[in-house]
């Protein structure tokens, strides 16, 4: 019930649980101080009393001299002493500490055993006493004057024994805040830390999540109920993913004009060639429509046909190629249809490089699931790589087959170039990791991210004799179908 | 050359990976009155330049096994009156310059018009009958 009123900031939070702590702490330092001061006018109670001794010792003392010469001067000193002792424990004197002990029983015995010890001093002091008379009397005093130091003597102990007790009290009280609030306190911190780091875990997880790309961004509404502070930073997360992931698209935009840029000759020579032929073929139609029998008009105007077919498919393929596209299409993509898509849209660019191809594509299809115009991204990549690492002549092998036992389609792009040193080979997917003039080293740190974000692997093997091997592994479609 | 002809029989080699171009280049310049042979393959083309050699030669610069350049120099080896005439689909300033420095007679862009061709391949014969008269 009382969480229905926390507060929703974790600022809010500290200050409630430092004002929780600094009130207990504060009531532990007023129970502190209060046993201080009362500790303190316990000792000047136990000062009043040494007083007290040390007067009644200074009224023995006369009396003792007394005694001895019968010097009535020291009883008339001993009397105003007595007089002065009377005052404290009577509480008449200023000493508060005294006061509460005047009511007590014993207090007042040892007035009256002051009035008797005084008594008998007046007496004394008065004239007229015969030597047995006054011998008695002095006996007297001595017994008296004994049994008011005892008197006091005994109020002493027992006023020691009263702050004694009272300490033991503060001590206790001392020990049973202590044993209070440290759980308390450990309670305390438990509760806060879980508040603070609930939200805060809760933010870690969903990143993990994102990461593995279960998610796409980190969803804020559980939390900001609870942490106004941890709604903001994945407020602020977020965007961060939305930027990082406009950047990669960028990215791999950039990329995809790079490549398209190294095919343009080859592109325009390609769509000359059916340009040239319809043009040709079109002119010869003209020229000498005629003199030619229906046959050769007919298999003319095909050739017409399938010229700008030929044409409308190259026109298609660099269309399919540069378009960006949402990284989210993904569709069912037979791997042979993509790569023998991917040869066409490089085929000129093959025959430039002068290299020879081997292809060994499977004759089932090898369905997996994807974004095509990436997937073909990659490819192209590859395919360019192994193109210009030849320069001139070479083979270019393509190969297709399905992991035995696995469910995974693996497609293995080869070159007899020369290959990729050790040294190298650690950071060819790194962006803008290049070994060439005019390369910019974004081709294989592209295709690596694609490739992971069709939870596939691509790796790289490369003979100490040259040649090198580009090897791309892709989940096959009916294996994510049961995992789903 | 022995040619039963009279001398104006000229012979014309095509040579282009495009098959059409062949077909149509021969149609056309059959009928013109040349001895036209097409290849899309430079490699047998050129064996077949070195058995009986021929006057104009029209090659696709970019071709697989050897490119068009090559083929000027062979043919400029084997016969140095022949008349090379270049036709490419990706045309470079630098490659067009190179050729020019070569010898080559023309160099022409993909899509081109049977005109352009035409006059160029008329030019290339009236060049090669009169050399072959003053001689
Ligand atoms: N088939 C290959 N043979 C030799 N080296 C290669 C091959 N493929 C890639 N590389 C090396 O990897 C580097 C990075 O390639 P990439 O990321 O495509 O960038 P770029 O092609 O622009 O240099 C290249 O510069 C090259 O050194
Ligand atoms: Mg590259």
Redesign the pocket.
């Given at each position: 019930m009382s969480l229905l009123f926390l507060p929703r900031t974790i600022y809010g939070k500290l200050i409630l649980s430092f004002s929780a702590i600094f009130v207990l702490s504060g009531f532990a330092a007023l129970a502190a101080i209060y046993s201080l001061y009362s500790v303190e006018g316990k000792i000047g109670l136990i000062e009043s009393f040494y007083g007290i001794s040390q007067k009644i010792l200074e009224v023995r003392s006369y009396e003792k001299n007394f005694l001895l010469y019968e010097n009535r001067d020291e009883l008339v000193s001993a009397m105003d002493k007595l007089e002065d002792v009377r005052a404290i424990i009577s509480g008449r004197s200023s000493q508060d500490a005294i006061n509460h002990f005047v009511d007590r029983g014993d207090t007042k015995l040892c007035l009256t055993e002051l009035d008797t010890y005084s008594g008998l001093m007046r007496q004394l002091t008065g004239p007229g006493y015969d030597k047995d008379g006054m011998n008695n009397l002095k006996v007297k005093l001595r017994e008296a004057g004994h049994a008011f130091m005892n008197c006091t003597m005994g109020l002493d102990s027992a006023a020691k024994e009263h702050i004694a007790k009272d300490v033991r009290r503060y001590k206790a009280v001392a020990f049973v805040l202590v044993i209070l609030i440290l759980p308390m306190c450990a309670f305390m911190g438990i509760i806060l830390a879980n508040w603070i780091m609930t939200p805060l875990r809760n933010i870690r997880r969903s990143v993990a999540q994102v990461m593995k790309g279960d998610i796409s961004s980190i969803p804020v509404e559980s939390t900001k109920k609870i942490c106004v502070e941890c709604a903001e930073l994945i407020d602020a997360l977020n965007k961060m993913l939305q930027t990082i992931s406009d950047k990669h698209q960028q990215f791999m935009q950039t990329e995809k004009l790079v490549?398209l840029g190294k095919v343009t000759a080859g592109i325009a020579h390609e769509i000359n060639n059916p340009l040239n032929n319809i043009s040709l073929t079109a002119e010869m139609l003209m020229e000498d429509l005629s003199g030619m029998d229906c046959d050769e008009r007919r298999s003319m105007i095909r050739d017409i046909v399938v010229q700008v077919d030929r044409a409308r498919e190259i026109v298609r393929n660099l269309l399919d190629f540069s378009r960006p596209r949402k990284p989210s299409v993904w569709v069912k993509v037979d791997l042979r249809d993509l790569l023998n898509n991917t040869l066409a849209f490089l085929k000129n660019q093959v025959r430039l490089s002068g290299a020879d191809i081997k292809i060994d594509i499977p004759e089932t299809p090898v369905i997996t699931m994807g974004n095509p115009s990436q997937l073909q991204q990659v490819f192209v990549?590859i395919i360019?790589?192994a193109l210009?690492a030849m320069d001139g002549s070479g083979a270019l092998g393509l190969k297709v087959f399905l992991r035995a036992g696995e469910d995974r389609a693996v497609v293995e792009i080869s070159d007899t170039g020369p290959g990729i040193p050790p040294e190298v080979r650690e950071h060819i997917f790194e962006p803008f990791f290049t070994t060439k003039s005019d390369?910019?080293g974004l081709?294989?740190s592209v295709s690596y991210g694609i490739i992971k974000e069709h939870k596939g692997d691509i790796s790289v093997s490369s003979g100490p004799g040259g040649g090198t091997t580009f090897r791309v592994e892709l989940p096959l479609w009916y294996e994510l179908d049961r995992h789903e | 050359m022995s040619d039963d002809n009279g001398g104006s029989h000229l012979r014309l080699l095509v040579i282009d990976d495009e098959p059409i171009v062949g077909k149509r280049l021969k149609q056309l310049f059959t009928k013109m009155g040349l001895g036209v042979e097409t290849f899309t393959n430079p490699v047998p083309a050129m064996e077949a330049m070195e058995r009986c050699p021929f006057d104009i030669v029209v090659t696709d610069l970019k071709m697989n096994g050897m490119n068009g350049m090559e083929v000027l120099k062979r043919v400029k080896d084997i016969n140095p009156e022949a008349k090379v005439v270049i036709i490419t689909g990706y045309a470079q300033l630098d490659t067009a310059s190179e050729a020019f420095r070569r010898g080559v007679f023309d160099f022409i862009a993909k899509p081109f018009r049977l005109d352009e061709l035409k006059r160029v391949i008329v030019k290339a014969m009236s060049g090669t009958l009169l050399a072959r008269r003053q001689k």
């Open positions: 490549a990549n360019l790589n210009q390369g910019t081709g294989l | -």
